[in-house]
C-alpha cells in the first residue's frame, strides 16, 4: 500500500545577509599605486622628475639657474624685486623676439623662396588658448590635500596647547635651534642651503639607501646608550 502521508511544504532557504563590507579607507593618490601595478603618481610628478635627476639636462638647467639667482642676490647687489623684474623683462623681450621674428621669417624669407604661403602662419596660435586647470586632477588630490592640512591644523593645536607635552617640548627645541641659526646665517643662506639640501639629499639617499640607513640605526644605537648611562635605572631595592 502506497505512503499517502503528505510531505510538508518545502521552505524557501533564505539566503544569508553578508555583512556590509567596511568603508575603504581615504588614502592619498600616490598611496594607491602601492597595492596596484600602476606607477606612483608621484613618480610621475614633474617635481619629483626634477630632484631625482632623471633628466640631467632639465635638472642641471633649473640647478644652475637657481645658483645664479641666488649669486646675483648676494654678491650682485640685485633685491628681489629688481631681479625678478630684470628676469620677467628678459623673458618678455625673448618672446617678442622668438614671435614676431618667426613671423618675419616665415612671410618675407621662405615665402620667397618656396612656394608655400606663410602669409597665415601664427606660431603664437598654440599658447593663444585660455589656460585651464584640469577639474578631474584637482578632484584627485583635493582630499588628500584636505586631509594633510587637517592632520597639520589639528598637531599646530597640540604643540601650542600642550595636549601632547613630548611634541610641544620637541617643538620649542626646534624653534631653540632655528633661532640660534638664524643669528648665525642670514636667512638667504638658509634659504640657499634648504635649496643644496632639496637637489641633493633624494638622489643621495636613493642610490645610498642601504648604507645611509645603516649609519642612521647605528647612530640610533649610540644616542639610546649613552641616554641610558645618563639616566641609569634605579634599583627597587629595598
Known amino acids: 500500500m502506497a505512503d499517502t502521508t503528505p510531505e510538508a511544504p518545502a521552505t524557501p532557504v533564505e539566503a544569508a545577509e553578508e555583512p556590509e563590507a567596511p568603508a575603504a579607507p581615504v588614502v592619498a593618490p600616490c598611496c594607491t599605486a602601492a597595492a596596484s601595478d600602476k606607477p606612483c603618481c608621484c613618480e610621475n610628478c614633474p617635481m619629483h622628475k626634477l630632484l631625482m635627476w632623471e633628466c640631467p639636462v632639465k635638472s642641471g638647467v ?3 639657474a637657481i645658483n645664479t639667482v641666488f ?3 648676494t654678491y650682485g ?3 628681489v624685486l629688481t631681479l625678478t623684474s630684470y628676469v620677467m623683462l628678459t623673458i618678455m623681450s625673448s618672446c617678442f623676439v622668438y614671435a614676431y621674428g618667426t613671423i618675419f621669417w616665415n612671410k618675407y624669407i621662405l615665402a620667397n623662396k618656396t612656394e608655400t604661403d606663410f602669409s597665415v602662419f601664427n606660431p603664437l596660435a598654440k599658447i593663444e588658448r585660455p589656460f585651464s586647470l584640469d577639474k578631474s586632477l584637482v578632484d584627485q588630490h583635493s582630499e588628500w590635500i584636505s586631509e594633510r592640512v587637517n592632520a597639520l591644523a589639528q598637531h599646530v593645536c597640540q604643540i601650542f596647547f600642550f595636549t601632547d607635552p613630548c611634541s610641544s617640548f620637541k617643538a620649542a627645541f626646534a624653534l631653540v635651534v632655528m633661532s ?3 643669528s648665525m646665517f642670514s636667512g638667504l643662506t638658509l634659504l640657499y642651503i634648504l635649496f643644496l639640501v ?3 639629499w633624494p638622489r643621495l639617499y636613493h642610490e645610498k639607501q642601504a ?8 647612530v640610533k644605537q649610540l644616542v639610546h646608550q649613552n641616554m ?3 639616566c ?3 634599583d627597587k631595592t629595598q
Request: charged share 20%; aromatic share 14%.
Open 211 to 218: 648604507q645611509i640607513n645603516d649609519a642612521v640605526e647605528h
Open 71 to 73: 649669486y646675483l642676490l
Open 228 to 230: 641610558c648611562k645618563l
Open 62 to 64: 633649473v640647478f644652475a
Open 180 to 182: 640660534m641659526l638664524g
Open 198 to 200: 632639496a637637489f641633493i
Open 232 to 234: 641609569p635605572k634605579k
Open 77 to 79: 647687489k640685485f633685491s
